[in-house]
Every structure is written in structure tokens, then in C-alpha cells.
């Protein structure tokens, strides 16, 4: 086995693979930049060298600079985690020019699912459904009206480079083509310097659902199930959950036969997510992408086979066969993980940097923590503010649901703003507890909470007109007017006070 593993990555990925390759009995070597001098990666590791300045571009994305760390440390493999040099096919092949080893596929497979137009193709060719649609970017805005009108109404205008909802665009209407169009390609080519843009039918209330793949270098390939990720923010998954709600069995193994279908066609190697489009009416379901590295939210996958994905991903990098085949792969329990973020809920989740005053950590059964920071740490404006993941299992959902409300409850931080709250109201929805999860979850979720705090404050405007109205009644009856006026504001004022702590 490896002696000693590079993890090219920061905050709660980078000691998350540190964990499994001590547990590997592997040396793990940290890389850092200015910002994270102390960071709790760099704690943890055995060693760890700068490697420049706080922004990514100077620091975790310089391929040359954690080339020459490798080098310097006498690693062997570099893990990347997810995001910075993760999906970076020249990366991988810097790497492989001095012998190191890149725990992940082969830059080819990394490049013919870089873009979605390329990845769409695979998928048909592969015998996999997509959603109905073109396959090669749009040359004009007529041949865009052309194949709207053809596939039907309402249409999805999407980048080709696209991610993120960038360059992406819902077009109910032929009125509204022309515009979506040009503000598309315009996103599109500013954001990754490539307007190539495509058409694909609309799938009415859609769920995200994807299927985690592995593969060894020996051809052996299999599915470790799904992953729902309908809960998105702005495009960002928030909360993810494995079995789906709608799972069945006959769903998983077609899904999952779709899945190992793609990465084959592409000789895939390592971990790897397929994801999907499921219409919640009619169950069919529609290949979207395939994301090339270990995904945030692997731990849900976790929990529920039992299977230690960061270890299976060092074994197969060192040449080992899959440690399982399909047949031994059970699916017991229910997950359910939260991405906790330094951001303020109340302030439409800007950012909330700062040092970290006090952490207390949900613990016990069932309970799982993925975290990044310690109490005293700074959260740093730098890079994603995701300070920890937090994940529960249970034996049912609804036992999943119950420890997710014990543990959010335990979860304490102190300093900056968090998405905890919003995790409190999420687990009390009765959306969210019964399953009912497909892409426009938050956006009625919002809608909900909306009208629930302006009946609220209707509700507290109510009881403090009825003491005031009453105060003056009193006032009219008796005479002693001074005495009542001051028991009349007083109850306003507790109204007042009451209706205040009813928002808290
Ligand atoms: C779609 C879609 C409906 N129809 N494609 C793709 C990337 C993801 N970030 C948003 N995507 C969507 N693609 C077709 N043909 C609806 C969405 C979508 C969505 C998907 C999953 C989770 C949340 C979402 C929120 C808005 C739109």
C-alpha cells in the first residue's frame, strides 16, 4: 500500500481523507495557503507545506506549486478531494509525468465528462435515457425556435461548460426564447469563456437523484445506489438523503444498471456520480451529468452500505481490486445529511466569516460530523464557507428525521451566523417530513415560512390592538384616567414583548 498520500484540498474533505489514511496507516501530507495557517487540516496531518497566497488561484489551484510539495514530501499519490484541481485533466497528467499517482480516473474520462453536449452523447450511446433534446451546440437563435417548437414546450437552454445554474435558462413560452437565448450564451461565455449552449425538454418538478459508481483498474464496475439531492439552494444541495423517498428496488437496479453503463463507456476508474433527472409523476428517469470525483455528500452513501468510499478509493488508486462485488452490497437504515454553512439565514444566506467563539458538536448514536473547524478557528472569506456536514441514520426515515432534530438541537456554535436555524425549520416541514422532495422544495419551503411569519405578526398586531382597545374602554368607564393609561401601556408593551419573542 501507499506510504504516504498529498491531500490537495482544505476544510472538512481534507480531514476526512487524513482520517481514512491514518486509519490506512498511511502518512498524510497537508498543503496550505496563508488563510489557513491553522486551519484544522493542517493540524492534522503529519506534515504540511505553504503553498501561497489566501486565494485559490495562488494557492490550492497551482497544479506546479503541490507538484513540487509532492516531490518535496515524498508522497506518493495525491488525494484531491472535491472542487479546486479535482476535475483537472492537465492536473492529472502533470502528476503523471513525475510518477505520482492521481486518486481519481484518468484524465480522458475526466474530459469526455467535462462537458455536458459530450456527456449527453456518451449517454446515448451507451443506451442510457437522456432528456429529449439536441446534441450538438446551437449555431443561431432560429435553430433554437426550430427544435423548441419541435420537442415542445415549455424547453431548458443550458452551457454546455454549464454548472451551478450558470448559463442555464427555463423558457415556459416561444415569447420568451429570444431573451433567454441571448442572456444564456452571454452567462454562459462569461463565466467559463465558452457560450456553447443547448436545448433539452423541461422535466415538470423534477427530482435530483444520482447513483454512486466505483470501478477498479481491473474492469470491475458497480453501483452503491442513490443519492436524494432535491433540496438545492441557488443550484446548491443542502440537504441529501440516502435511500430517496421514492426509492423502490426495481428503480435502484435500473438506475443503477444506467450508471455503470456510462462510466464503462468511458473506462472510468475510481468513485465516481451519475446524476439523474426523475419526474416525480411518471418515475422515468433522465441521465444529466457525470461528476468525476468523491462528492460532498458521500457520507449518506456511507451509512447506509457500510462501505468507507476514501479507503476504497486509495485501494483501487494502488492498483487493488473492489473490496466488494455488487451481490455483497446492502442497503440498511436511512441518512440524512445537512451542509452546515457560515452563512446568515436571516440575511438571505450572505456570508458569515469570522472566528468561531464556541462549537459543540452533536454526538452520540446514530450521529456523524464531517467538520473542518475547531472552537477558536477563523472562518475565512477566502473559499467555501462549509464548516462541517452533518449526517444522522436511523432505522426508518422518520427515526433518520428524529435524530436529525436531537442532533441539530445539540449543535451549538457560537461567533458567526450558521444554516443551522433554517435546518430546524426544514426538519418541522411537512414537505420535508413526508418526502415530498423534488426541485421546487425550497422555493415553496420559503413561501411557507413567509406566510407563516406574517400570520404571526398579524396575530401579535391583534392581541396588542385588543389590550389597547380594551385599555381605552376601561379609560372611558372609569375616571381614574392616569392610573389606566399606565396599565394600558404596560400590557402593550408585554404584547409587544410577547409578539417579539414569538418570532425568535
Ligand atoms: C433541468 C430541470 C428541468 N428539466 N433539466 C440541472 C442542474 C441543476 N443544478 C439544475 N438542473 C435542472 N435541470 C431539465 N431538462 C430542472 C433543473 C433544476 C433543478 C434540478 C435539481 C435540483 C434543483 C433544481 C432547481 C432548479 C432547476
Avoid at 454512486?212 to 436524494?228: M, P, S, T
Avoid at 438545492?232 to 435511500?243: A, F, G, L, S, T
Avoid at 464557507?385 to 457560537?414: H, N
Wanted: overall charge negative; some cysteine.
Amino acid at each position: 500500500m501507499f506510504k504516504k498520500i498529498l491531500i490537495a484540498n482544505r476544510g472538512e474533505i481534507a480531514c476526512r481523507v487524513i482520517r481514512a489514511c491514518r486509519d490506512m496507516n498511511i502518512k498524510s501530507v497537508a498543503v496550505y495557503s496563508d488563510a489557513d495557517r491553522d486551519a484544522l487540516h493542517v493540524r492534522m496531518a503529519d506534515v504540511a507545506y505553504f503553498i501561497g497566497a489566501p486565494p485559490s488561484s495562488e494557492s490550492y489551484l497551482r497544479g506546479e506549486k503541490i507538484i513540487e510539495a509532492v516531490k518535496k514530501s515524498g508522497a506518493e499519490a495525491i488525494h484531491p478531494g472535491y472542487g479546486f484541481l479535482s476535475e483537472n485533466a492537465d492536473f492529472v497528467r502533470l502528476a503523471a509525468k513525475e510518477n505520482i499517482v492521481f486518486i481519481g480516473p484518468a484524465p480522458e474520462a475526466m474530459e469526455a465528462m467535462g462537458g455536458k453536449i459530450s456527456a449527453r452523447k456518451i449517454a446515448i450511446e451507451a443506451d442510457v435515457p437522456v432528456v429529449p433534446g439536441t446534441t450538438e451546440p446551437l449555431e443561431t437563435y432560429e435553430e433554437a425556435q426550430r427544435i423548441a417548437l419541435e420537442i415542445g414546450y415549455p424547453i431548458m437552454l443550458k452551457a454546455s461548460a454549464g454548472g451551478g445554474g450558470k448559463g442555464m435558462r427555463f423558457v415556459e413560452t416561444a415569447e420568451d426564447l429570444k431573451s433567454a437565448y441571448e442572456t444564456a450564451r452571454g452567462e454562459a461565455l462569461a463565466s467559463f469563456n465558452n457560450d456553447e449552449v443547448y436545448v433539452e425538454k423541461a422535466v415538470v418538478r423534477p427530482r435530483h437523484i444520482e447513483i454512486q459508481i466505483f470501478a477498479d483498474k481491473h474492469g470491475n464496475y458497480v453501483h452503491l445506489g442513490e443519492r436524494e439531492c432535491s433540496i438545492q439552494r441557488r443550484h446548491q444541495k443542502v440537504v441529501e438523503e440516502c435511500p430517496s423517498p421514492i426509492n423502490s428496488k426495481e428503480l435502484r437496479r435500473a438506475m443503477g444498471e444506467s450508471a455503470i453503463k456510462v462510466a464503462r463507456a468511458v473506462d472510468y476508474v475510481g468513485a465516481g456520480t451519475v446524476e439523474f433527472l426523475v419526474s416525480d409523476e411518471t418515475r422515468e428517469f433522465y441521465f444529466l451529468e457525470m461528476n468525476t470525483r468523491l462528492q460532498v455528500e458521500h457520507p449518506v452513501t456511507e451509512l447506509v452500505t457500510g462501505i468507507d468510499l476514501v479507503r476504497e478509493q486509495i485501494r483501487v488508486a494502488y492498483g487493488e481490486k473492489l473490496s466488494f462485488t455488487q451481490e455483497e452490497i446492502k442497503w440498511e437504515n436511512h441518512a440524512i445529511e445537512c451542509r452546515v454553512y457560515a452563512e446568515d439565514p436571516e440575511n438571505n444566506f450572505l456570508p458569515s466569516p469570522g472566528k468561531i467563539t464556541r462549537l459543540r458538536v452533536p454526538q452520540g448514536g446514530g450521529v456523524r460530523d464531517d467538520g473542518g473547524v475547531y472552537e477558536g478557528a477563523e472562518v475565512s472569506i477566502y473559499y467555501d464557507p462549509m464548516i462541517s456536514k452533518l449526517a444522522v441514520f436511523g432505522k426508518t426515515r422518520e427515526e433518520a428525521i428524529d435524530r436529525l432534530r436531537r442532533a441539530l438541537r445539540e449543535y451549538e456554535v457560537g461567533g458567526i451566523k450558521t444554516t443551522l436555524p433554517f435546518f430546524r425549520e426544514i426538519v418541522e416541514d411537512s414537505e420535508f417530513i413526508s418526502g415530498n422532495l423534488d426541485t421546487g422544495f425550497i422555493g415553496r419551503f420559503t413561501e411557507r415560512k413567509k406566510a407563516r411569519e406574517v400570520d404571526e405578526a398579524a396575530r401579535d398586531l391583534a392581541v396588542i390592538a385588543a389590550v389597547l382597545a380594551n385599555a381605552g374602554e376601561r379609560k372611558t368607564v372609569s375616571n381614574e384616567s392616569d392610573k389606566t393609561q399606565q396599565t394600558a401601556s404596560r400590557w402593550a408593551l408585554a404584547g409587544r414583548a410577547a409578539a417579539h419573542q414569538n418570532r425568535m
